[in-house]
């Protein structure tokens, strides 16, 4: 089953409690290049996406569209799956999922690439120290 949600969340705080009651996430970016704001900033979204984050966060395995960093991390921490058509999310939706790899990886890629806090500790020590 898909739900397609608008639900609104209280607080920041709620948000991770919110997601882990779901078995997936679906963070897709669609770029049109019919102006300059939209087109290049959907290419080169990756680490700057707070879903995407937030999916990460709370362990949810993700589908991603097939744009900027996504492929590449996926690559590297099998968060989950990237895709570019219809066809292939149908695919994804219809395969075995392994979802507690998936929850796992999800969790590590926040902690290496996506916790502010690990990032801003890494940087104090490396340049101020």
Do not use: C, H, W
């Not at 078995?23 to 959907?42: Q, S």
């Amino acid at each position: 089953n898909i739900l397609v949600t608008t639900d609104y969340i209280e607080s920041f705080d709620d948000t991770i409690a919110y997601l882990k009651q779901f078995d997936m996430g679906l963070a897709i970016y669609v770029p049109t290049f019919e102006d300059k704001y939209v087109g290049d900033n959907l290419v080169n979204m990756g680490l700057s996406s707070g879903k995407f984050s937030q999916y990460m966060k709370a362990g949810l395995p993700t589908i991603t569209s097939r744009v900027g960093l996504y492929e590449t991390l996926n690559n590297q921490y099998n968060f989950g799956f990237t895709v570019n058509t219809t066809d292939e999310l149908r695919s994804v939706l219809s395969s075995n999922i392994e979802y507690k790899t998936l929850q796992k990886n999800a969790l590590r890629l926040f902690d290496e690439k996506l916790d502010p806090t690990s990032s801003l500790q890494k940087y104090i020590q490396e340049n101020l120290n």
